[in-house]
């Protein structure tokens, strides 16, 4: 865990839910609490991560994703987001404690999947909603570079404050796609 807040997680049933907390890792903020890590492999190429994420976002910038993480300050997130009214997959990289924006995708269900993976030197952002069960691509980016790699879950919002669980489900790490 990462600044881990023991009573906004909670686990059963085959899925991991996190309190959608106030907080941020955008431009050195630093304040996301409840990041669930976990080691990636020394080689990323062909590194994917997937899972499926169930919420009901209500706040600008309300989120829960994936997380590719070297630090705070270096990380690449695919986050189911809510922003100006709209519910969208979005693509963030920050390297050096610059954040940029990569790419959206509206994504209309509450549940979604999402995927990201390392191919090609690149690192690929996928998600999968509704009825349309093909993953559709979100954006790319340039992967991250740094050790150790961890990858993993979030939920939080800023500013904010929720009572809003996000619900996570069918994780997983796998290599050579």
């Known amino acids: 865990w990462v600044r881990e807040e023991p009573g906004a997680w909670r686990a059963g049933n085959g899925k991991l839910e996190l309190r959608t907390l106030s907080g941020t890792l955008w431009a050195g903020a630093h304040t996301a609490r409840n990041l669930l890590l976990r080691d990636a492999p020394e080689r990323t190429e062909g590194l994917a991560i997937e899972v499926t994420v169930t919420s009901r976002p209500a706040l600008d910038g309300e989120q829960a994703g994936l997380i590719w993480y070297e630090a ?59 009825s349309d069960q093909s993953w559709q691509p979100v954006a790319e980016c340039a992967p991250l570079a740094g050790r150790p790699l961890r990858v993993g879950l979030f939920s939080h919002v800023d500013p904010g404050q929720t009572d809003r669980w996000a619900a996570f489900q069918h994780f997983r790490m796998w290599e050579g796609q």
């Open 72 to 130: 705070d300050g270096s990380y690449a997130k695919l986050v189911k987001e809510y922003k100006n009214g709209q519910t969208y997959a979005i693509l963030v990289r920050e390297f050096r404690g610059e954040p940029e924006t990569i790419g959206r995708r509206p994504v209309p269900s509450a549940s979604v999947a999402l995927r990201l993976a390392s191919q090609g030197g690149r690192l690929h952002a996928f998600v999968r909603a509704g």
